[in-house]
């Protein structure tokens, strides 16, 4: 077991066990857990009685909410930028960590996964996810852009569906998580402790006998509407796609990207197509890179104040309008 309260870790029969300990602060990141995920999962890579490692999260709320944003803000806005950096770098660390480890890595996803979540299950090679399983990246409401690997990610899932969930931050529930790619097995939360208990007994093998089939993908309908909408080459373009779309799920995409920063539209988009091309190791490398641009950017303070701190959900973005960012603050953001 760790020292640390937030992060309970043990082994269990086949399995390491990690429990993300925080559920009421559904299970966000600190430091402390990143940490203690990074030295728990050296060992037990080492470890010949590991043969597995399965992760979750406390409580019936969520497996991970993310990282701690607020403090991020704060790192930021008082000059201690020296600590978001090694944030970030030991969570990317750890993210590569888990798409590169020896064992399988197995993630039980309950309630909301998003931002640092996804990071903690999406690049492992199992993930499991109930009916109540909630992913999300929804950064540009705050000023920022999917990272954790997001911008390696998102342009991998079907189609243009990183895409449009990366620039809307609409989450994605249940079965269609899987359908979508978040998720590689459907589980019921009722039979989630079973499960559990057998990965202890069995290992990995153990989820070919509770997985359940698929209903159908309830964006299957709208996936062609999403990638020849998501697939145009400027945030402009895109809305003047969904706008002469003018159906309903056109309308909700539209009303999204209007609750979020116009600058953040821009740059996420940029990043995401960059990651298209890029290992993920390299993507996580840009990411850090960006990170240090758009946080000191006027919206992610903002962002974060009005989402979070506050919550008066009411930003105050600079620029307002997607019609006045200046493509030329976006370049220079990946300068």
């Avoid at 979750?56 to 403090?71: H, K």
């Avoid at 030991?90 to 993210?95: F, G, M, T």
């Avoid at 950064?139 to 990610?153: C, N, R, V, W």
């Avoid at 190791?281 to 979070?308: C, I, N, Q, S």
Wanted: proline share 5%; hydrophobic share 45%.
């Amino acid at each position: 077991m760790t020292d640390e309260a937030t992060l309970i870790t043990r082994k269990d029969g086949r399995i390491g066990r990690i429990l993300m300990n925080r559920p009421r602060a559904l299970n966000a990141l600190d430091l402390d857990m990143i940490q203690g995920s990074l030295r728990i999962l050296k060992e037990w890579a080492e470890d010949p009685h590991v043969h597995a490692v399965v992760i979750e999260g406390a409580g019936d709320r969520a497996f991970c909410a993310g990282g701690d944003v607020r403090a991020l803000r704060e790192y930021q806005t008082t000059g201690n930028r020296h600590l978001a950096d090694a944030f970030f770098q030991q969570e990317y660390e750890l993210n590569l960590l888990i798409n590169n480890y020896p064992k399988p890595y197995i993630a039980l996803i309950d309630g909301i996964c998003m931002g640092g979540g996804i990071g903690m299950a999406v690049h492992g090679s199992y993930r499991v996810a109930t009916e109540n399983a909630d992913f999300g990246m929804p950064e540009t409401i705050i000023g920022f852009f999917p990272d954790i690997g997001g911008t390696y990610l998102l342009p991998r899932l079907p189609g243009m569906l990183g895409t449009y969930l990366g620039l809307t931050g609409l989450r994605i529930k249940g079965t269609d998580a899987v359908h979508a790619g978040f998720g590689t097995h459907y589980v019921p939360r009722a039979q989630l402790p079973a499960l559990s208990a057998a990965l202890a007994e069995k290992g990995a093998a153990a989820l070919a006998e509770h997985a359940q089939p698929l209903p159908a993908f309830s964006l299957a309908e709208h996936r062609a509407t999403i990638d020849h909408c998501f697939g145009a080459d400027s945030m402009l373009e895109i809305v003047h796609r969904l706008e002469a779309d003018g159906s309903d799920w056109a309308k909700a995409a539209l009303k999204a990207l209007r609750g979020v920063s116009p600058t953040a539209l821009c740059f996420t988009l940029e990043a995401l197509r960059r990651g298209a091309n890029l290992t993920l190791a390299d993507a996580l490398d840009a990411e850090f890179a960006l990170t240090k641009t758009t946080m000191a950017y006027p919206d992610f303070a903002e962002g974060v104040r009005a989402m979070v701190v506050d919550k008066d959900r009411t930003p105050k973005w600079q620029p307002a309008r997607l019609e006045d960012v200046d493509p030329a603050v976006v370049a220079a953001m990946f300068a």
